[in-house]
């Protein structure tokens, strides 16, 4: 993953050195891109009012699949995590600074579910919990780089934090319910990192 990383911030930058090379640059007002974050795929639809000022519309989720992280959770000794998800966001995009176009200011708002089930693997069968985050709409703040709003192929990167009132949990156990709502994996802060290719037009 930080290889994955790494190549993403190397080609945004040299996205905006080659844009640099050419002279004068041609504004797009409209993009598209996919992005690939925890909480699956996306389809981002952007407006560019300006060269500091974008808006996007995004539409994303995750079929039901098994989580590449097992989250530590006191009281529960070996678990597997599933989950899936469906949400569509309304962001702003901001680019503060004139010589630092790449840089970015991301905050906004999505609508939509995501639904986790933990299930304990005992001999002869463990307790079943589902974790659901179902309170709409949660608030989005973060910072990226790339994703320019000049014509051609775009690479952005992302990280941020989604806010909302914490999931919903329900199981056989009392005290790994209660286990389950202090753990740090399942809190009503959840962290986002997105990497994104798209094209603007």
């Known amino acids: 993953m930080k290889k994955i990383i790494a190549a993403l911030i190397f080609l945004s930058m040299?996205?905006?050195?080659?844009?640099?090379?050419?002279?004068?640059?041609?504004?797009?007002?409209?993009?598209?891109?996919?992005?690939?974050?925890?909480?699956?795929?996306?389809?981002?639809?952007?407006?560019?009012?300006?060269?500091?000022?974008s808006f996007l519309v995004s539409l994303g989720g995750l079929p039901e699949s098994k989580s590449f992280i097992t989250p530590s959770i006191d009281g529960l000794d070996e678990i597997e995590l599933n989950g899936k998800s469906s949400w569509m966001g309304f962001f702003l995009n901001h680019r503060p600074f004139n010589k630092a176009d790449w840089f970015r200011v991301n905050m906004g708002i999505a609508i939509g579910s995501i639904e986790n089930t933990i299930t304990e693997i005992l001999p002869g069968g463990g307790g079943e919990y589902s974790v659901n985050y179902k309170t709409?709409?949660?608030?989005?703040?973060?910072?990226?780089?790339?994703?320019?709003?000049?014509?051609?192929?775009?690479?952005?990167?992302?990280?941020?934090?989604?806010?909302?009132?914490?999931p919903e949990i329900t199981g056989p156990d009392p005290d790994k319910i209660e286990a389950i709502r202090n753990s740090n994996f399942f809190s009503n802060v959840l962290p986002n990192l997105q990497l994104s290719l798209g094209y603007n037009f």
């Open 136 to 166: 709409s709409p949660v608030g989005y703040f973060g910072l990226g780089i790339g994703q320019r709003t000049f014509k051609g192929i775009t690479f952005g990167f992302d990280v941020g934090l989604l806010y909302g009132t914490g």
């Open 14 to 53: 040299m996205n905006q050195n080659s844009f640099a090379q050419q002279g004068e640059k041609q504004f797009a007002e409209y993009g598209a891109s996919f992005g690939v974050s925890p909480f699956g795929g996306s389809l981002n639809f952007q407006y560019n009012k300006n060269k500091k000022t």
